[in-house]
């Protein structure tokens, strides 16, 4: 399975927007890069998932690189609602695997006052 | 209002005995799936079922089993061979396997 490699933790300032950087050297051509986030006791949430070309959605931005071994995630005003494990997921149809989430550590995000 | 739930919130049991996670969904989806945490973990794939009366295997099957006699429901049975059962279950669902995954709100599984 492709991995993918992101830091353990990163904060950030209400309402200043929030990059949050995802590496994924060994990506195949036919993986989509899938973005969750999870709160403390929850179950994870879909944030946006793209293919080659940037996405957005209400809730974030996915920006990705042209040669497709990295992304960013792009929050743009954070909240304290915001502060979450965010997961940076890769899945695809390699193996017949495109059901899989294969979940990392993620990137604890503090969002201060 | 449409979801998936799982029952109950928090769950204990003796060590040696079956239990059996609830996850119940009215999406319409036909993907579901379970998962187990660890704390400080990321998620870990136990079962997956594409359509009724089918299921698969995910990364950490063994002590566990599943069935999947209706579209809504998709249980898991943590039996007594699963040497470390304690952990947070997750359950989600998807229109179909490539699209994105929806999370119910998870159990929490102690054994004693």
């Known amino acids: 399975d492709a991995k993918t490699t992101q830091p353990n933790s990163m904060e950030s300032n209400e309402e200043e927007p929030v990059h949050l950087p995802c590496n994924h050297s060994t990506i195949s051509g036919t993986d989509y890069i899938h973005w969750y986030r999870q709160l403390p006791s929850q179950g994870p949430e879909y944030v946006i998932h793209?293919?080659?070309s940037n996405v957005n959605n209400r809730m974030a931005s996915l920006a990705i690189a042209e040669d497709r071994k990295s992304s960013t995630l792009i929050l743009h005003r954070a909240t304290l609602r915001d502060a979450a494990v965010y997961y940076c997921?890769?899945?695809?149809?390699?193996?017949?695997?495109?059901?899989?989430?294969?979940f990392g550590k993620g990137t604890l995000l503090t969002v201060n006052p | 209002d449409g979801g998936i739930t799982q029952s109950p919130k928090y769950l204990f049991r003796k060590e040696g005995q079956n239990v059996t996670l609830s996850c119940e969904q009215n999406l319409n989806h036909d993907a579901m799936y379970w998962y187990r945490q660890d704390p400080g973990q990321g998620l870990r794939l136990i079962y997956y079922?594409?359509?009724?009366?089918?299921?698969q295997k995910g990364d950490i099957a063994e002590g566990y089993s599943v069935s999947r006699e209706k579209k809504e429901s998709f249980p898991l049975t943590v039996t007594s061979a699963q040497k470390n059962p304690t952990a947070f279950y997750l359950c989600?669902?998807?229109?179909?396997?490539?699209?994105?995954?929806?999370f119910g709100p998870g159990t929490r599984l102690t054994v004693l």
């Open positions: 989600a669902s998807s229109i179909t396997r490539r699209n994105e995954q929806f």
């Open positions: 079922s594409q359509i009724v009366n089918d299921f």
């Open positions: 793209g293919l080659t």
């Open positions: 997921i890769l899945s695809g149809e390699s193996g017949g695997s495109n059901y899989k989430l294969t």
